[in-house]
């Protein structure tokens, strides 16, 4: 990404100078989905009022928190040309352990929080080692992993959701509560020149997000990683060690998945068993759209981000201007066909010789 | 039927703003096998695609037989007769269905041949095909069980059931024995004593002798030379293709330095017969011989890929048992591979990734981030040295020409000093130009270490280095100095009828 950025700044001529009739295209592939994003923030600017606030800009990127950081792990599978369809259900199984953990057990949200992110790397190394030892494909793979999940999530608690006060399945009592300083990875809200502005999760999403940028594109780590994704035998070949890599991609897949569990957990203030239904589907999306942005036509960090965006921002904004409930999965849904256009059609154009 | 088959007049195509094709003029006679020479980019694969409906002309024209001919798709090419055979095997056949079937397969696909299928008849009809142009396949095997060699034939065969009247073979020997390219030849004659046009591209003289009737050279998009007088010029047809006069290579042998790698009674397979090699400093060492002749399955043992069934391997004294590529490569071994599409390049990269790959935690001190100006500052040197024609260091990769997108494959395993340098097929499809920087740089480099380059081709071998090793049936043929060698002994070896070497 920072190549790209800096080819930006002297490349425009150089791109030109390749290939000088299809510059209109080039141009519309790198930053038409960009340009796409500035028109849909000043038209629901201009079209309802309160958009264009703090606060409404802030709901945005809290409606977006917990699919943007599952976005970034489905970023690195996607990155080794692999693919993640558990990272759904690793999140709300991270929300039934969390409550779990603090309902039920009554522990401490330290420990809570770390039995979360263990099970969550469990999860990555067992799909990794599935995908790479066992040569089951990816897909089918994290598919079964998905349902093994949804359904061991309920095992415990005989299927309904965890809250204090519910009644086990051994006849006692649950006494745990969720403690202040859990429910605050969800609630709490900081200072930032208004009071009590930026949600915490918010700051998670936007440090994730840097992390992931910063390991994918200047590190050699990310290097290989995208090498695998490119040729995988010819990433062997010179020497890199595929396998780890791979593993390691599902490892933090499942992570992040479970940190946006955690955080779903802490909003909510109970483990609720039907939420978290949307995720998979939310955050697949909004890595896809990534690859549209900036004409990279790859996984990237710098994209999914973007996608997440600009999916909350879509729904914010026709939700200001009363549009149904019932139509967003449509347009979440016409948004990802397009950006998928963007970035097959068009540069599929460009890389033909 | 003698006369012309086809006959192209100003035929013009562009991608964007290159002109690929600049106005060919062609014609190729029924009955005659045509050989068309080129080096990379000079628009020949651009040419076949155009008559195959792959790619529709831009300009110009062409006449099949006297009727103007313009393939919308490929399927329109092959129903006028027009049938081509892709260098790339695998665009020729459907590895998970049978024999019978790939043979088979443009029939199933033509509408209107029926709903079920009848696999009785399919069977029948296959074996007839096969029969026919003699191959000798088992007709209910799926293609993916067959070496790579014979899923070539059965593309070649399920091309014949065409009944073509121009037959277009791309490079078809590529990844064929000299045994199985000698039934490959053996079939093309007797298409062409049957009438038929053929157009065959190659790389190789050898074959080129073998087949040619005419040969045709092709440079920046138009035809160079045309050259059909008996006996053929092929010196005159290469240098129209280079558009210079080619010196035959003046290349003096090598003193070799110490050992840097030692082969002790190695076995490659259970049966083979055990050999020992020490591998010097300072000299290059070509190992030649037949399509499993055990060359590659050495390289792998060497870089850690596989294990010997026998035998220890010393590097500099010390055992060398590696346990990956990677561990290999740690140790300074390095083996850039055949067949770069699928082996070596990353297609999503830009020259500069392409080069570091390996190295590229060199450019990231502390295993932080990478400093890609220093990287790009490698690239560019590596550029320079390697001669390889691109705008910027940061062009990707797939933007190249083939000689040049295996320059770069060079350049990475250069770009650090090595100590044993393995060099498999490092010739494989690229122009003679490149083909030559190529061998040159190696030969250049080559004092502080050990280089280990495996061909097909004995011209290659010759050209580049200071011994030459025949292996032949997993194990060591013939061990000669690069010195006015006896070749018909060398080719003798690699055929394996000579008897084991004395010493």
Known sequence: MNDKKQQDATGIPAAGRAKPALSGIDFAIRYGFLILLAGLLIFFSMATSGFASPRSAVFIFQSVAITGILALGVTFTLVVDGFDLSIGSTATSALMLSAYVLVVWEMNAYVAVAACLAMGALIGLVNGLLIVKTKVPDLLATLGMMFLLVGLQRIPTQGRSIATGMHLPDGSVARGTFPPEFLALGRHRLDFFIPDLIPLSVVILVVIAIAVWLILERTRHGRLMYAIGSNERAAALAGVNVARYKIVAYMISGVLASIGGILLAARLGRGDIASGNNLLLDSVAAALIGFAVLGAAKPNAFGTAIGALFVGILLQGLTMMNAPYYTQDFVKGAVLVVALVFTFALTGRRGKQ | ?503
């Open chain 2, 1 to 503: 039927m003698t006369g012309n088959a086809i006959d192209i007049r100003d035929l013009t195509k562009a991608f964007g703003a290159n002109r690929v094709l600049r106005g060919v003029n062609l014609s190729l006679p029924a009955g005659k096998v045509t050989v068309l020479m080129g080096a990379n980019g000079a628009g020949k694969s651009t040419l076949v695609k155009v008559l195959s409906g792959v790619h529709r002309r831009d300009g110009g024209e062409i006449h099949l037989f006297g009727k103007p001919y313009d393939p919308v798709s490929p399927s329109a090419a092959m129903a006028q007769g027009v049938v081509t055979v892709h260098q790339s095997i695998n665009d020729g056949v459907i590895p998970d269905l049978d024999v019978a079937a790939n043979l088979m397969l443009d029939e199933l696909a033509r509408p209107g041949s029926g709903f079920f299928y009848n696999r009785r008849k399919v069977r029948a009809q296959a074996r007839e095909i096969a029969a026919r142009i003699g191959l000798d396949v088992d007709i209910a095997r799926p293609v993916s069980e067959l070496p790579l060699a014979e899923r070539q034939l059965v593309a070649i065969a399920r091309a014949m059931a065409h009944k073509p009247k121009l037959l277009i073979l791309d490079e078809p020997t590529s990844s064929l024995s000299a045994a199985e390219a000698q039934r490959l030849f053996a079939l093309v004659e007797r298409l062409r004593d049957s009438g038929v046009a053929i157009l065959y591209i190659s790389h190789r003289m050898s074959d080129i002798r073998r087949l040619a009737d005419r040969i045709i050279s092709m440079r920046d998009g138009v035809i160079a030379g045309v050259f059909e007088e008996t006996p053929l010029d092929y010196e005159g047809a290469v240098n129209a293709m280079l558009g210079h006069g080619l010196t035959s290579i003046e290349l003096t042998v090598q003193p070799a330095g110490k050992t840097v790698l030692e082969l002790r009674d190695m076995r490659l397979k259970p049966a083979s017969r055990p050999f020992s090699l020490a591998l010097r400093e300072n000299e290059i060492t070509a190992i030649t011989g037949l399509v499993g002749a055990g060359k590659t399955l050495l390289a792998n043992i060497i870089f850690g890929l596989e294990r010997p069934h026998a035998g220890r391997m010393y590097l500099d004294g010390r055992p060398h048992e590696p346990a990956s590529a990677g561990q290999a490569v740690q140790r300074g071994i390095f083996m850039c591979p055949k067949d770069r599409a699928s082996n070596a390049v990353f297609a999503d990269f830009d020259i500069t990734r392409n080069i570091t790959l390996p190295f590229v935690g060199r450019y990231a001190p502390f295993a932080a981030f990478i400093n890609t100006r220093r990287e790009r500052q490698k690239a560019r040197q590596m550029i320079e040295t390697l001669s390889i024609v691109c705008q910027s260091e940061r062009d990707n990769i797939m933007t190249l020409s083939g000689g040049n997108q295996q320059k770069v494959m060079v350049a990475r395993w250069l770009s650090e000093p090595p100590r044993v340098l393995v060099l498999d097929e490092p010739f494989q499809g690229v122009d003679i130009k490149a083909r030559r920087d190529i061998g040159e740089k190696i030969r250049a480099t080559a004092q502080a270490r050990a280089t280990l380059v495996l061909v097909s081709e004995m011209d290659e071998a010759l050209e580049v280095a200071d011994r030459i090793i025949v292996m032949s049936d997993h194990t060591i043929a013939g061990d000669h100095v690069n010195h006015q060698p006896d070749l018909d002994l060398i080719l003798a070896q690699v055929a394996g009828n000579a008897a084991a070497p004395a010493a």
